[in-house]
């Protein structure tokens, strides 16, 4: 028989379940969707008793809690539940996350619709939980791996320099992508299916050319120079890697294979660095400084650049200590359509030309008239580069304009004349010079695979007059520099052909950009190219050939409706897209003056404000800087389990039908029913819940000559250290009596921590352990301020195990109690802090060790009334094993002495541990009621109706109006789980008494508001007893005892003047 | 003449449940209170005695601060009806020793409520300065 159960849901009448098969030591998975427990529905507690609820229930060793978790599948097979649970990512690890809130804090994102971050935190288990549907489609779409809606959400925060961070890491030419980009992200924006997109590619050059501004102040800068900085600390690989070709794809490759640890050198043809960005693309759309600063940060984390190189052979770079080559030479090659008179050297290459252009040489065309063949961004280039050269006539000829309509009315506005329509026949001669091109008008037709189809008209023909022709239809790579033998294939026209890791026909030799596909793409483009490269480049070093894909979280896809409403829910996000402006046309004439002009910080802002949060979490990682304890991770993926249970508890608010699957209970609205369902299964699963008594360990403290104390001192991440100083205080404390071992611990919470205060306690043979950190009692008892890390920390200590650590352990709240409120008085907190550890220290040597006699004997419940509920209340207890006996009479007077409750008769009295009272009528409820009391003359009823879910009396109540059926299979399953957690305990800290001093007056049994104490007979005299199992330790008795011969649970009078002296000493 | 400050040491006594919360609560949210007070908790306010406050004064402290939960809101049911008959007594003995009242008192706070604990020890540390011409 399986005997774990499973409960779907975490509302009120699923927890009480839990706790109540928990306590009768059944083992309990509890279900809940949503990142924390118990948040959904109703309860009936307020939240400082809820949150103590919801620790019991983390922290019960027989209850294993499943959060982000969905039901997938739920089977019956010969009588045994199986279930698939699906556990959803909540992308911080619950064994270290502190809940310092830093990420919070630091989270550029609230989440659309609320007013909370999208990593945020509230309610149990107390850490953190990102909100992240998936990938928002802009970062999904950037070849290049940028966190579009990273920097988006930074720059809405005006934390440049934070998102010029986060695009640098992603790609090294941020202010080239700001400029040049074809902006897939543009294209994938969810805004765009409302209006327009986010203009990303501004917001990104806003940056980039904030962060250039900036430049000179940034070597000040710690967190600036983190790349050059990490240097020393990257182990070396001893591996070398030869990269050819120094543009978008090579230098990216570069980069990251540093990052990696191995050495790198990168050789180019040319005589700069920057492949096509740097000779191909004209300075009035790219200006080379601010690349050339990119490429020097580059270049400064140790490649190895190699300018004026042809490099030729490759096989040779192999055998002469490059134990990897990267060919990413690009597509520098333009191309002409062979048609008549092409050859004519009148007949200029477009790439040629800008490179001349790119690299400064003096070209003067004034006078002449220009006519640039083709309608891509390097005719456009090429076209808008003669235009500027003297006082030339530039005309742009082309069958298909692929160019954007904004630089098309640059052009125009420029004076270039752009004539579309068009298709090439020949080039014309007047005598010895070109006279024009001969064109056919084109129709133009469908898109058929991509490509617009066109169709020449016949008898069209006519000149377009011109007396230089540059040539843009087009631009493939040169692979004169390959192998002769063809060890490395080439594909035409794809480019050198490679294997999905990037690996070209030869071993050891990778090929990426331009090259690799035969054609210029964009420079986001070779850069998610060179990316790629350099991971498999640095696999194939490190012997992992084989490339692990991980699927990684899918991209978010909003509904419409979901953007209408995200455009309705914030006032920021309803501006229209921001343009960029241009430099006027008379200041652009004859000079290579940059004509797109930067956002103002304004536009900015409003510009970044227009994003609709699509993630919604950004992955801007500021979360992951911060944390300290390293709890941030970004790509965790959903886990499936497979579950086995002897019973099922459906306990959602939402009901949902198991198509098929019978026999499982539903925990229904109230405790109540919960506890009822919890009954049922207690019931099915045929349990032995007559306890055994355990017996009670003791902490056998050996006397020693002296004591071994141990001290840690919690760090929390620097939330104690940067206050409190640990340091001093760890080398101070072993001069304090009885401390021979002191060090500091980063995060006491941590498992890792634990089993470093374990080693500890073997090595140096401590007897005794004092943890000063934020947890503040070593009790087995939740109060209201404690915390998840509190338990966490204790539970890894073992202090809630059967297993647990044999010595002592006192801890000390110097974190909440110190470091934090008396933030601004370092030196006050850190003498704080000593005084409350001395005073532990006081604690530990007067900590008691005597034995507890113990008499918890019967467990037979009585039920008296003639309610309904008590028939089935009976009949329930007894089918679960548990003695019960209904009693007829009505008793006179009901009182609750001796941690048992007493009933008098006329001419009897009976004594039990649990009584169940159900009245039939209002009538017999108030006679009972009335008969119901403490030994000071309270009302008993009162106490047990203020108390839910309490059986601190040993006595329940139904009224008459309950549902007898429910109230009495609930009545059974809390008696069942009551029975078995006192009887269970195994730390007990209880009131004793010194029988010698001891005058049987009888206060103590008036005063304690649970009547626990009474007054017993021994052969050698009358004295008080109270029950350890069953004392809660509150010292009232002590304190009240007039001979002084009650010694309280906790803080014992030594104690506490021990604590006194040494405060005010 | 300005005399030179008086450092003050103040012993905080909280019962385990809605004084500690109050206490951590202002912990926990950063609320700064004067340093001077040094908490010790416990289990219940109900089971301090005269002898333990005036063993405070005793050694040396400035001020006594009680603080536990409200009337009918005991853990322990009887915890503060118990101190609440205790602190007359104990205020009267500290009368005949000499001591102000200001210097031993009784409050309660609600759980999680930082704010009110820190101005109830504000209130109770600017009262001890008085007395010890601090102000």
Known sequence: MVKEVLIIGSSQAGLQAALDLAFSGIKVNVIESSPFMGINGEHLFPDYLLNQRLLEILKHPNITPWTNTSLQKLTKVNGIFQAVLQQYPRYVDLSKCTACGDCIEICPVIVPGSDRKAIFLEGQPGCAVIEKAGVSPCTYACPAGIHVQGYVALIAQERYQEAYDLIHSALPFPSVCGRVCNHYCEEACSRAQLDEAVNLMALKRYVADWAYRRKDDQSEDPKLSLDSTSDDKRPSSGKKVAIIGAGPAGLTAARDLIHSGHAVTVFDANSTAGGMMRVGIPPHRLPYDQLDWEIQQILSEGVDLKLNTWVDDIPGLLSNGYDAVLIATGAHEAVKIPIENADHPQNWLSLEFLKKVCLGEKIDLSGRKVIVLGGGDVAMDAARAAIRLGT????????????????????????????????????????????????????????????????????????????LVIWAVGQRPDFGFLPKNDRITVLSPEGIRAD?????????VFTAGDVRRGTTFFVVDAVGEGHHAARSID??????????????PSE??????????????????????????????????????????????????????RCLICGPCSQCMACVEVCEPGAIIHNQTSSRSFIDAGAVIFA??????????????????????????????????????????????????????????????????????????????????????????????????????????MDIIQVEDLDKVILAACTCCSLDQICFSCTYQRLRCKDNLG?????????????????????WVHQDLPDKATEIAKILIITALSRLRSRKTGEQSHTYESNKVLIVGSGPAGEICKSSLIELGI????????????????????????????????????????KEQKLLCDVLQMPDGRSLFQLVDSRINSLDF??????????????????????????????????????????????????????????????????????????????????ICAAICPSGAITPGHSPDLQLEEMIKTILA | MKTEEKISKIILFTCNWNAYSGLEAAGAEKIPYSPTVYPIRIACLGRITPGIILRAFENGANGVLLLGCSQGECQYETGNKQIAEIVPETRNLLNLLGYNDNQFQLDFVDTRDGKSFREIIQIFTNGIDEILGNQ
């Open chain 1, 954 to 1035: 040993g006595v329940l109540m139904f009224p008459p109006d309950v549902n007898a059926e429910i109230s009495g299979m609930s009545g059974a399953a809390r008696i069942a789980a009551w029975i078995n957690k006192i009887n269970n305990k195994t730390e007990l800290s209880a009131a004793e008494v010194d029988k010698s001093r001891c005058r049987a007056c009888g206060t103590c049994v008036e005063v304690c508001g649970f009547g626990i104490p009474d007054l017993i007979e021994e052969a050698s005299g009358r004295y008080s007893f109270i029950d350890p199992k069953l004392c809660l330790a509150c010292g």
């Open chain 1, 883 to 922: 003695e019960t006996e209904m009693i007829g009479e009505i008793p006179k007077k009901i009182l609750r002495k001796g941690g048992h409750v007493i009933l008098t008769f006329e001419s009897s009295e009976l004594l039990t541990d649990l009584l169940v009272i159900t009245p039939g009528t209002k």
């Open chain 1, 539 to 552: 696999n194939y070093l490190k012997g992992k050939l084989l490339e692990i894909t991980e699927s990684g």
């Open chain 1, 652 to 757: 959602d608010d939402i009901p949902i039908e198991f198509d098929g699957v019978e026999g499982y209970q539903v925990a229904g609205e109230d405790l109540e029913t919960g506890s009822a369902a919890a009954y049922q299964v207690m019931k099915d699963l045929k349990l032995n819940l007559i306890p055994t008594i355990q017996n009670i360990p003791q902490l056998a403290l050996l006397e020693k000559a002296e004591d071994r104390i141990g001290l840690f001192l919690c760090q929390c991440g620097g939330e104690i250290s940067d206050i409190v100083d640990t340091n001093t205080l760890s080398a101070e404390a072993v001069n304090w009596s009885g401390i021979v071992h002191a060090q500091e611990l980063q995060f006491s919470c941590s498992e890792d921590a634990a089993g470093e205060i």
């Open chain 1, 392 to 467: 030339p006539e530039v005309r742009l000829v082309c069958r298909g304009m692929r160019a954007s309509f904004n630089e098309i009315l640059d052009a125009e506005e420029e004076g270039i004349e752009i004539i579309r329509g068009k298709v090439f026949k020949k080039i014309v001669l007047d005598q010895r010079d070109i006279s024009g091109v001969e064109c056919l008008d084109a129709e133009i037709g469908e898109v058929i695979d991509g490509k617009r189809q066109f169709s020449e008209l016949p008898g069209t023909e006519h000149i377009i007059p011109g007396d």
């Open chain 1, 500 to 508: 999905s890791r990037m690996m070209t026909s030869m071993e050891g």
């Open chain 1, 799 to 819: 202090i809630f195990s059967s297993l647990k650590s044999s010595i002592p352990i006192e801890f000390v709240n110097i974190r909440e109690q110190c470091a």
């Open chain 1, 556 to 609: 978010v896809i909003l509904s419409q409706k979901e953007m209408r409403n995200r455009l309705d829910q914030r006032d920021q996000v309803r501006f229209n897209r921001a343009a960029i402006t241009h430099l006027p046309v008379k200041d652009r004439k004859n000079n290579f003056y940059e004509v797109g002009l930067t956002l103002g910080e304004e536009a900015a802002l409003q510009e970044a404000g």
